[in-house]
C-alpha cells in the first residue's frame, strides 16, 4: 500500500467529509433525512464548497445538486462524478458523502495543479439515494436518466404529501422532468465505502466494481380488526400483526434457501413493520410491511416474489383477516458495470501502487441508473468491519483519499481518451 503522494489533498477531503457528517439531528446521529431541513442545510452547505470551488452549482429538475466546471472543449461532453448526501435514519458520516466529496475535491485538485479538463467536469449530489419517506430511492438518478414516472410522483410521505410537492420544496419541478434527463454524460464515476469486509480483511486499497444487484420492494398490508386484548376470546380474533409475523418468517426461510442454492446471491429483509394502533392492549388492526430483497439472479426474485405472494395470502387467510395489499414499490435488475471505465479505473490504482481486486456491490447505488444513459463505473474503499447503515460506519482518511485518487486518475486519462 503505497499511499503517499497522491495527487489530492487527503486533510481537505476528509473535513468535507466530517463538516457534512455533522450536519445532523443531535438526537439521532447521524441522521440527514432526504427532503427535510436538515438535508437542506447540508445541500447549502455543499452549494457553497461548490462555489468555492470554482462550480458553477444549480439544482436541476429532479431535484438534484450539480456543479460544473465548463471544459475547454464543451462539445465533448461530460465526465461525471458523484453519489448522495441524505443519509438512512441512524446511518453513517460515509455513505454518499464520500463520494460526493471525492467529486469536489477531485475539481479543486485538477484547477491547482493547472489543469482544464477538455470535457466539462460535473459533480452530482443526487436527490434521496436512500429509500425515502415517499417509498422510493434513487430519486435524482432515476430522474437523470428519464426513470420517474407521473406514478412515483404520485406515492405519498409524511402528512399525505405527494412526491412532486417534496420535490418542488427541494427546489426540483416535476412538471418539467424531461429537462434533467442527460444524454451529454460520457461517463460516471462514483466512490463509495465497500459496506462489506472483502477489501479490510485482505488489506487491499480499492475495490472495483463488477455489478451492483438488483432490488425490488414491495409493501404487504394486512387488514384485520382492532379489538379489546383482554375482552376478545382467541376465537373471535382478526389479528392483522399475526399474518404478518409469518410473512416476515417466510421472507428469512426462503431467502436461506434461494441464497443456499448457490445460483446467485440473494438476501431480503423486512425492516420495516408498522403496527396499528400499537397499544399493548389492543389487537392489531391493521399491519403494514416492506420488503427488500436483492440478487444477482433475477430468477430467483421471481420464485421469491411467488413464493411469498402465496404463503402471505394462506396466512391472511388462516387467521381470518384480509391481505389488503401487496404492491411493487420499487423493482430494478441486476447492472453490469462498464468494461472500459473499470479498466480505467484499474490502471489509475495500480499507477498510484495502490492494490486492487474486483468485487460485486450488494448494496444499491446511483451508478445503476446512470448506467441506463452512460458507462458508469465505482470504485470500493474499506470500511471498518464491513459496517454501514449504522452510526459505527467508519473509513480512515487515508483510504478515502486513495479511492478518491483513483478516480481522479481515471477521469484525466478519460478526459484524454473520449472523443
Ligand atoms: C442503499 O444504501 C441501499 O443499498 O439500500
Ligand atoms: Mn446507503
Ligand atoms: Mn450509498
Not at 252 to 267: N, T
Request: proline share 5%.
Amino acid at each position: 500500500m503505497t499511499k503517499t503522494n497522491l495527487p489530492l489533498d487527503a486533510d481537505r477531503l476528509w473535513t468535507d467529509v466530517m463538516a457534512l457528517a455533522d450536519i445532523t439531528d443531535p438526537a439521532r446521529p447521524y441522521t440527514r433525512r432526504s427532503f427535510t431541513a436538515l438535508f437542506l442545510e447540508g445541500r447549502a452547505w455543499l452549494a457553497r464548497r461548490f462555489a468555492e470551488a470554482g462550480l458553477v452549482t444549480h439544482i436541476d429538475a429532479a431535484g438534484n445538486l450539480i456543479g460544473r466546471l465548463e471544459g475547454s472543449n464543451p462539445a465533448l461532453g461530460v465526465i461525471a462524478i458523484g453519489s448522495h448526501s441524505d443519509t438512512v435514519p441512524a446511518g453513517g458520516r460515509f455513505d454518499g458523502i464520500a463520494g460526493v466529496a471525492t467529486g469536489l475535491e477531485i475539481v479543486r485538485a485538477l484547477r491547482e495543479a493547472g489543469l482544464r479538463p477538455q470535457h466539462t467536469i460535473e459533480v452530482i449530489d443526487f436527490l434521496a439515494e436512500e429509500p425515502s419517506e415517499y417509498g422510493l430511492s434513487c430519486i435524482g438518478s432515476r430522474g437523470i436518466s428519464g426513470w420517474l414516472d407521473a406514478k412515483m410522483l404520485d406515492m405519498t410521505g409524511p402528512g399525505g404529501e405527494k412526491l412532486r410537492d417534496a420535490l418542488r420544496r427541494v427546489g426540483g419541478d416535476p412538471d418539467r422532468l424531461e429537462q434533467a434527463k442527460r444524454s451529454d454524460i460520457r461517463a460516471y464515476l462514483e466512490l463509495h465505502i465497500e459496506q462489506g469486509v472483502v477489501l479490510e480483511s485482505q488489506s487491499l486499497d480499492v475495490g472495483i466494481v463488477t455489478s451492483i444487484v438488483g432490488i425490488r420492494r414491495f409493501e404487504i398490508i394486512f387488514q384485520g380488526e382492532a379489538d379489546h386484548a383482554g375482552a376478545t376470546p382467541m376465537a373471535l380474533r382478526h389479528d392483522a400483526l399475526v399474518p404478518a409475523a409469518q410473512t416476515v418468517a417466510s421472507v428469512r426461510r426462503i431467502a436461506d434457501l434461494l441464497a443456499a442454492e448457490g445460483s446467485g446471491y440473494f438476501v431480503a429483509t423486512v425492516g420495516i413493520l408498522d403496527v396499528d394502533p400499537s397499544a399493548s392492549n389492543i389487537v392489531p388492526g391493521r399491519c403494514r410491511l416492506v420488503v427488500d430483497a436483492r440478487t444477482t439472479a433475477p430468477e430467483l426474485m421471481q420464485r421469491f416474489t411467488e413464493l411469498i405472494d402465496q404463503e402471505s395470502a394462506a396466512y391472511a387467510t388462516a387467521s381470518r383477516v384480509s391481505r389488503a395489499s401487496f404492491t411493487l414499490l420499487s423493482d430494478g435488475p441486476p447492472t453490469m458495470c462498464d468494461a472500459n471505465l473499470r479498466a480505467s479505473l484499474r490502471r489509475g490504482g495500480r499507477d498510484l501502487g495502490l492494490g486492487d481486486i474486483d468485487l460485486p456491490s450488494g448494496a444499491g447505488h446511483d451508478a445503476v441508473f446512470m448506467s441506463r444513459i452512460c458507462p458508469s463505473a465505482m470504485v470500493f474503499i474499506p470500511c471498518r468491519a464491513g459496517k454501514s447503515h449504522a452510526p459505527e460506519e467508519w473509513a480512515d482518511r487515508e483510504a478515502i483519499a486513495a479511492g478518491a485518487a483513483v478516480i481522479y486518475q481515471a477521469v484525466r486519462e478519460l478526459d484524454q481518451a473520449l472523443s
